[in-house]
């Protein structure tokens, strides 16, 4: 049974640029949420997507987007990145009866 | 004042040692407390999860809550070099619309063979 998977696993990019970075969560689940983890740091909540919906959304700017797709697999769009954006962005899924948020292992992303 | 605080270490320990982590919270309200751990380059794992106060025993793991003292513990017996790795402690933050995980900045912990 996969579990939740995150793709790329790196990436590079200019400040300016932007970037998008895929999740699919464990199978099962149909909740998502998305992490900033900076180094040294806990994760911060970014936001949370269910039936295509952003349910809530924690304190981060607009450049930070995101979609559901019918599938349950997410995507999440930071755009005019920044340095401070460099971080490992994690994905977690969950589902009915939660039981615990199920982390992927995250897509570190370096801006230069 | 941080929701949650946690001692960032580093803590070292020899095998075989019993390790402490530690966490302190803000909000009284919160009544579900989580345990993840993280190897280097991976995501967090959930370890443990406890409701409200109390203890809650898994193997060589045991967490412990004392909402009184707003103060949650993680405890590791016997502890193996495969343990080394940074701890975090989570807060469910839930309730309405809201459902998400506040976490302390984790404690890199390294046991030595």
């Known amino acids: 049974d996969a579990g939740v998977t995150q793709s790329p696993t790196h990436l590079i990019k200019t400040r300016g640029q932007q970037v998008t970075l895929r999740c699919s969560p464990k199978?099962?689940?149909?909740?998502v949420s998305w992490y900033q983890q900076a180094l040294g740091q806990g994760p911060q909540f970014i936001f949370q997507?269910?039936?295509?919906?952003?349910?809530q959304r924690g304190n981060f700017p607009d450049r930070f987007s995101g979609h559901q797709f019918p599938n349950y697999s997410s995507e999440l769009n930071v755009n005019a990145l920044l340095l401070g954006d460099s971080a490992l962005y994690l994905c977690?899924?969950?589902?009915?009866?939660?039981?615990?948020?199920?982390f992927g292992s995250g897509t570190r992303l370096t801006v230069v | 004042q941080k929701e949650v605080e946690q001692d960032p270490g580093p803590l070292s320990v020899p095998e075989g040692a019993i390790v402490s982590l530690n966490c302190t919270y803000s909000?009284?309200?919160?009544?579900?407390f989580m345990w993840y751990r993280q190897y280097s380059r991976k995501g967090p794992e959930l370890l443990m999860y406890?409701?409200?106060?109390g203890n809650k025993e898994d193997g060589r793991f045991t967490a412990q809550v004392d909402k009184s003292s707003k103060y949650i513990s993680l405890f590791i017996r016997d502890s193996q070099p495969s343990d080394s790795a940074t701890y975090l402690c989570?807060?469910?933050?839930?309730?309405?619309?809201?459902?998400?995980?506040?976490f302390g900045t984790g404690t890199l912990l390294a046991v030595q063979p």
């Open positions: 406890t409701y409200s106060s």
């Open positions: 977690a899924s969950s589902g009915r009866g939660w039981n615990g948020y199920t």
């Open positions: 997507y269910y039936e295509e919906e952003e349910r």
């Open positions: 199978s099962g689940h149909d909740t």
């Open positions: 989570a807060i469910l933050d839930y309730g309405g619309a809201t459902n998400k995980l506040i």
């Open positions: 909000n009284s309200a919160f009544q579900y």
